[in-house]
């Protein structure tokens, strides 16, 4: 009985594993020490205190304090801005729901870190596919892997394209920013849900919609943060940005996943690497 009640558990430690090895053998790096991550986390430190930062982004989702001081007004419902950009990161950057296993400290650069979905895949689901997923600059994904997918809102009259710039115009200096987060986990199934239409962006009373965003993941925790990615692990973003993250995860066809990063209207040929998670309290406002 012993055994059998820790399979699953041997199971999704030897996936972890194998999926953060390919990803640093990809770049030719070894995962770089806790000392690294420590250092940079210092960096980041230094250089948002006392200067005014709001909170920071992304975040362990199960902990709910939070001391930074800077508070702005929450963005309004997605249906009422406009979609602006969508893309995703090469494993969750939030830690929570079904994402809580960690996949180390990955080069230090954002790949081959972050966390993975904890469930367990089918040897079906997990077999490999002969063709590359993701320009094969960046780290290509693999059957098992996890992603972490942004989907990013304004309240500027825009239409949808690559990068943040694409969610800013010249008449809002300003504009509200709202970001929902998915996490889903790619699997070697073509009955699996299809990034494509996941994806699909029509334009409702006017306004840009990913209207098949998947809202059925259990209650998400919403909370005011910042924007992502490694290029602020030193440094503090600056955008204010009101997250929405579902707890659980969807299983994506890997197929539709190499079909939308091969044309898509964002630009998006890669799964960008992961910021490290914020946790200095001073970095993180409360989450109510």
Known sequence: MTQIRFLPILQAVLITVSVTSAVLAETGQNAVSDDVIAAQNASLAAATAGAGFGPQSPRDLTQAA???????????????????NIHFHHGAEHRGGEFTKYAGNG?????????????????AELAPV????????????????TIEIHYVHT??????????????????????????????????????????????????????????????????????????GPSFNEAGSPFQVSWTVYPKVVKVSISSVAAWLSENEFDEDHGHGVRNLITNPDLLAPIN
Do not use: W
């Open 66 to 84: 939070g001391a930074n001081p800077v508070d702005f007004g929450e963005a309004p419902d997605v249906s009422r801005m406009n979609l602006c």
């Open 107 to 123: 080069d230090g650069h954002g790949y081959g870190s972050g966390y993975l979905y904890t469930g367990t895949l089918t040897d």
């Open 130 to 145: 002969d063709y590359k997923v993701g320009n094969e600059k960046h780290s290509t994904l693999r059957p098992g892997d």
């Open 155 to 228: 309240t500027a009259r825009i239409d949808p394209g690559p990068t943040l710039n694409s969610c800013m115009d010249e008449a809002i200096g300003n504009p509200q920013l709202s970001v929902v987060g998915f996490v889903y986990v790619l699997v070697n199934d073509d009955s699996a849900a299809n990034l494509q239409k996941l994806n699909e962006v029509v334009v409702v009373d006017g306004l840009h919609q990913a209207v098949n965003m998947p809202l059925n993941l259990g209650d998400p925790t919403r909370y005011h943060g910042s924007s992502t």
